[in-house]
Structure formats: structure tokens, C-alpha cells
């Protein structure tokens, strides 16, 4: 019997396997999440909105795109809404600290309790994907991050602006260590393509 030979492992081929995956990820997260918006636009109203964020040094912007209720059910003291929120931005670590800022893309679940006309509170967890692992001094370990939120949203009165609060965690879920985490209070204003 013939000795079975294998090659020895290329690390920098396992690098370049595991980048152009990512790519691929990344281009289908992108098109999974324009489709939804397209997808929803015509037949219903959608909100676009810019989330600025803030914590312990680490800064976030993002741009999304949530659709109109999926999913109502109404309730005593208002009514549930489910909707989808696709996202993109870029986060940027403490000034001075290396590490590049990292891009990032997200596709969220949100359920929305309406307690008061024009007034909601929110919450929704989802799958983000971050363009790197190295974040000012933080290592995320991975590109992969849930993103979990709460906020509080209010609709002005008879305009298709909005306004709200929202605090987002970002988090592998001990996937991969080490595991910090990145946290942002953010700053929400929203327009309705109504």
C-alpha cells in the first residue's frame, strides 16, 4: 500500500479563502436587503432613518431603511407592529487608537409597541456583518456580530419625520473569544416615504 501524501497547509490560502467568503456574504447579505426594500416600496410605506452613536470613545453611523408593518396585532393599550430594518454604516474606534474603522451591514427584526399615538417603544434582534475584526483596541474576534436593540420612537405629529432614542449592543454570543462587545447610544431621525 502506497503512502498517502497531503500537502502541508498554506495559512495564506486559508486567509484568502476565508476573505473572498466573506465577500460573498457580504454581496449576498447587500442583495438580500435591497431586495426586501424594493421588494416593499411600492405596495407599502417604508421609513428611512440616520442613527448617530456614541460610546465609551467608539462612534457609529448608519443609514436604514425599515419597512411598514409586516405584522400587526392590536392590544389594549395600543397595538404591536412587526418590521424589518436593513442597515448599513461604519464605526469608528477612540481617536488615536489603531485599528481602521470597520464597515458594517444588518438585517434586524423589529416588533414595536405603539403605547401611545405616534409613540413606540422598540426592540429587535439581528444578524450583522462587520468588514474586519480589529476596532480601535478591541479585537471582536468576529466578523459575524448579533445586534441587539431597544429605543423609544415618536412620529411627529401630521409630518413624516420621526425622532428617537435607541441603545444597540453589538456581540459574536461567545461564538469566538475574545468577545468585548460594542455598545452605542444612538440618535434616530426618520423620514416616511409616504
Not at 503512502?3 to 486567509?15: I, K, M
Not at 396585532?73 to 461604519?90: P, Q
Not at 474606534?93 to 417603544?121: N, R
Request: net charge positive.
Amino acid at each position: 500500500m502506497l503512502p498517502l501524501h497531503v500537502p502541508p497547509a498554506d495559512p495564506g490560502r486559508g486567509r484568502a479563502t476565508s476573505r473572498r467568503s466573506l465577500r460573498q456574504l457580504f454581496r449576498l447579505l447587500a442583495f438580500v436587503a435591497c431586495g426586501l426594500g424594493l421588494a416593499q416600496v411600492p405596495a407599502q410605506a417604508a421609513t428611512v432613518s440616520l442613527l448617530a452613536g456614541y460610546y465609551d470613545g467608539y462612534h457609529n453611523l448608519t443609514a436604514a431603511w425599515q419597512s411598514d408593518a409586516l405584522w400587526t396585532h392590536a392590544l389594549d393599550t395600543g397595538h404591536v407592529d412587526l418590521r424589518v430594518e436593513a442597515s448599513a454604516g461604519r464605526a469608528f474606534g477612540p481617536a488615536g487608537q489603531p485599528g481602521a474603522p470597520l464597515w458594517h451591514i444588518g438585517l434586524t427584526p423589529f416588533v414595536d409597541w405603539w403605547f401611545q399615538p405616534g409613540t413606540a417603544l422598540e426592540a429587535g434582534i439581528g444578524a450583522n456583518l462587520f468588514s474586519g475584526v480589529h476596532i480601535g483596541s478591541k479585537s471582536i474576534s468576529t466578523a459575524y456580530q448579533f445586534g441587539d436593540s431597544i429605543g423609544l420612537y415618536h412620529r411627529l405629529a401630521h409630518t413624516p419625520w420621526g425622532i428617537g432614542v435607541r441603545f444597540t449592543h453589538y456581540s459574536n454570543a461567545d461564538i469566538k473569544r475574545p468577545n468585548p462587545g460594542q455598545n452605542y447610544l444612538q440618535l434616530r431621525l426618520s423620514y416616511e416615504l409616504r
